[in-house]
C-alpha cells in the first residue's frame, strides 16, 4: 500500500513542533491542512486584506528596508494624514 502525503499537509504534532516554518508557508499564501492520527482536523489559510479588513497604509520596508528614525517615522505619518 502506497501512502501519499501532500506537500499542503502536516501532522498535529509536527505543527507544534515546527510552528514557525508552518506560518511562514502560509504568510506566503499556502493552505495547510493539519491531521491527527490520519483525521484531517482544520485547515490553516492565508486571509487576504478584503477578508481581513486590513489595508496596508504605508509600507515601510519600501521607504528603508534597514528601518526609520523616529523624526523620519513622524515625517512619514504625517505626510500620510495631509
Given at each position: 500500500?502506497?501512502?501519499?502525503?501532500?506537500?499542503?499537509?502536516?501532522?498535529?504534532?509536527?505543527?507544534?513542533?515546527?510552528?514557525?516554518?508552518?506560518?511562514?508557508?502560509?504568510?506566503?499564501?499556502?493552505s495547510?491542512?493539519?491531521?491527527?492520527?490520519s483525521t484531517?482536523?482544520?485547515?490553516?489559510?492565508?486571509?487576504?486584506?478584503?477578508?481581513?479588513?486590513?489595508?496596508?497604509?504605508?509600507?515601510?520596508?519600501?521607504e528603508?528596508?534597514?528601518?526609520?528614525?523616529?523624526?523620519?517615522?513622524?515625517?512619514?505619518?504625517?505626510?500620510?494624514?495631509?
Amino acid at each position: 500500500m502506497d501512502i501519499k502525503i501532500q506537500k499542503n499537509t502536516i501532522g498535529l504534532k509536527d505543527l507544534r513542533e515546527n510552528m514557525e516554518t508552518s506560518i511562514k508557508r502560509v504568510n506566503e499564501g499556502e493552505s495547510i491542512t493539519v491531521f491527527r492520527r490520519s483525521t484531517p482536523l482544520f485547515r490553516i489559510s492565508p486571509i487576504d486584506a478584503v477578508e481581513s479588513g486590513r489595508e496596508t497604509v504605508i509600507d515601510f520596508t519600501k521607504e528603508a528596508g534597514d528601518g526609520i528614525s523616529d523624526k523620519e517615522l513622524l515625517r512619514v505619518m504625517k505626510r500620510v494624514h495631509e
